[in-house]
């Protein structure tokens, strides 16, 4: 049977339950469903009733003896930076196993970048095997030792030291610490990416949702949504330290920049607090915190007229309004994911 919902068209089927033995329920499966999982007779499924009458239905056993392949044919065409873009895109979906194949052979300095690229840029892969034509990868990360809270308090602390050094290196002007900042934000960009495969794969793996701390596959969208939030407060980061190394001379102490960096930091470490304490009074605590950023805008547009502003402060004093911006987001989605827990209790 088929069912038109908008722009999407589920196939679903219905079954009647039926009572044997006197005390036992059964329904039987879907034929097609059974010969596409593989399955034979005597083979084990994992059921996991969700708070809302669904029953998830796992071909557990199956899941966990198989690895997920992918093929990347380099195209010589493409840049460096193209095809790479494409090996993480097999990453994010989940593939333990990705084999880079160029029809002409791999150059020196591609087999590199590869290499190096994988290696600084995605958290569990390896280089497990390598021929002129090949490079094959695989994924040694075991879920467990990582779940997505370590990913995201690993994240998070990451950012809190960036935050704290660029407001140092604007204060000192200290070129070789903006730069060390810069270098961090690479980092985080890997605990994101490693986020988004572990939640792309929670949504489809019960057991590995499991594994790694999600209670409801819904709550997969939620953190999605914190991870990406938390990438986008370390690229302004990243951009204030690159605006420090383009001007000429420190800031002087009492600029109203350095308020403004104190409430930055504050307001994203509070609203990460909030989320791993699943506290909604202090969630808006946070939300209202963040509003204080347009006084000290405020005061700060008064005086820009009495002195001389560079092109650099304006882009500084916008990130650090977005960084604001963007904690309050956390509180906010911690407060909706708090709501979503509650109500499956």
């Not at 290196?169 to 730069?179: G, I, P, V």
Request: charged share 30%; with cysteine.
């Amino acid at each position: 049977m088929y069912r038109n919902t908008g722009c999407v068209v589920i196939n679903y089927e219905q079954r009647k339950i039926q009572l044997t033995g006197g005390s036992t329920y059964i329904i039987s499966l879907p034929i097609k469903w059974v010969r596409g999982c593989d399955l034979n007779p005597g083979d084990t499924l994992m059921l996991i009733p969700q708070s809302d009458c669904t029953l998830l239905l796992s071909a557990g056993s199956k899941i966990d003896n198989s690895k997920e392949e992918s093929v990347v044919m380099i195209s010589q065409e493409d840049t460096q930076e193209d095809n790479f873009r494409i090996l993480v895109s097999h990453y994010l979906a989940g593939s333990d196993i990705i084999r880079l194949v160029s029809s002409k052979g791999f150059h020196a300095m591609d087999r590199k970048f590869f290499k190096d690229a994988t290696r600084q840029r995605l958290i569990g892969i390896e280089v497990i095997e390598e021929s002129r034509n090949e490079i094959v990868l695989q994924s040694l990360m075991n879920y467990q030792e990582l779940t997505l809270d370590k990913a995201l308090q690993n994240m998070s602390r990451l950012v809190t030291s960036m935050l704290e050094d660029v407001m140092i290196a604007l204060k000192e002007h200290d070129l070789e610490l903006a730069r060390d900042i810069i270098s961090r934000d690479n980092e985080v960009d890997r605990f994101y990416l490693l986020t988004v495969r572990q939640l792309k794969s929670a949504v489809e793996d019960p057991k590995l949702a499991e594994k790694i701390g999600i209670e409801r596959p819904r709550q997969c969208l939620g953190y999605r949504l914190v991870t990406k939030i938390i990438e986008h407060i370390g690229d302004h980061v990243e951009r204030i330290a690159h605006q420090i190394i383009l001007m000429d001379s420190p800031v002087p102490e009492k600029d109203i920049v350095f308020a403004m960096g104190k409430l930055a930091q504050k307001v994203f470490a509070d609203s990460i607090k909030a989320m791993e304490e699943k506290d909604t009074n202090y969630s808006n605590k946070v939300i209202n915190c963040a509003r204080k950023f347009e006084e000290y805008t405020i005061v700060y547009n008064e005086e820009k007229t009495s002195r001389c502003t560079s092109e650099q402060m304006i882009y500084i004093i916008e990130s650090l309004k977005r960084i604001s911006e963007y904690s309050a987001d956390i509180a906010e989605m911690s407060i909706n994911m708090n709501s979503e827990r509650n109500r499956g209790e």
